[in-house]
């Protein structure tokens, strides 16, 4: 059972747009991550949001954690190539705090 | 300081072969992570290290999979009689206290014929 979903799958637009990616679930997580990896490579932390409506963020990206703690949005302003990579969101249940559910991810590409 | 560091980065074996996979996390980090990653998705949980314990197991797909930890420290993941659909990317990670950011090694490709 996939408890978060992502959407798009994949997306490719040209450099300077703005572009959202949402993650979306039926549970509520305590708090919830957003990962970029790239090919060969380990996921590497972006953000941790974990207040309801909360916004955080990070240069050109901003994250945003939904009032209700079930869903979350990145988006990009001005995307850049350096941005190209597989985004990946994942949340910390409160029912096991030792686990994270990671989200099927979206794979993000900036032409030139 | 160092990362985490996994090997092999690479393995291919033999259906029914079994293969060990090892993660050296980070030093001084007590919660230890393995994942899988199927081509170009998500990571799917397998286990959750605590110092040597491991309170989460309930990510290992079968009785063919298991995981141990010594001196708080390096993971080893057997896989025992592997199968096609174990072809993946095993990814391990390491973090602080559970919880806090995970720091991932760059994972083992294991490919099974």
């Known amino acids: 059972t996939q408890l978060l979903e992502q959407s798009p799958q994949f997306l490719s637009i040209q450099e300077g747009e703005n572009l959202t990616v949402y993650c979306n679930s039926s549970?509520?997580?305590?708090?919830l991550q957003w990962y970029r990896q790239e090919p060969g490579e380990g996921p590497v932390l972006l953000v941790t949001?974990?207040?309801?409506?909360e916004v955080k963020k990070l240069k050109r990206l901003t994250f945003q954690f939904g009032d209700a703690r079930k869903d979350s949005s990145l988006h990009i302003t001005a995307a850049q190539p350096g941005d190209t990579g597989l985004y990946l969101c994942?949340?910390?249940?409160?029912?096991?705090?030792?686990?994270?559910?990671f989200g099927s991810g979206t794979r993000l590409s900036i032409r030139p | 300081g160092a990362g985490v560091s996994q090997s092999p980065s690479n393995k291919v074996t033999e259906k029914g072969k079994d293969v060990e996979l090892r993660c050296d996390p980070i030093?001084?980090?007590?919660?230890l992570y393995w994942y899988r990653q199927s081509l170009g998705q998500g990571l799917e949980f397998l286990i959750y290290?605590?110092?040597?314990?491991?309170?989460?197991k309930s990510g290992l797909p079968s009785d063919r999979f298991s995981a141990e930890r010594t001196g708080g420290s390096v993971s080893t993941l057997t896989i025992q009689r592997t199968q096609q659909e174990d072809s993946a990317v095993y990814l391990c990670?390491?973090?602080?206290?559970?919880?806090?950011?995970?720091?991932f090694g760059p994972g083992t490709r294991l490919t099974v014929l």
């Open positions: 990670a390491s973090s602080l206290v559970r919880q806090n950011e995970q720091f």
């Open positions: 549970s509520v997580f305590s708090s």
């Open positions: 949001v974990v207040t309801g409506g």
């Open positions: 994942a949340g910390v249940q409160y029912s096991s705090a030792s686990k994270i559910i």
């Open positions: 030093s001084g980090h007590t919660a």
């Open positions: 290290f605590q110092g040597n314990s491991a309170p989460d």
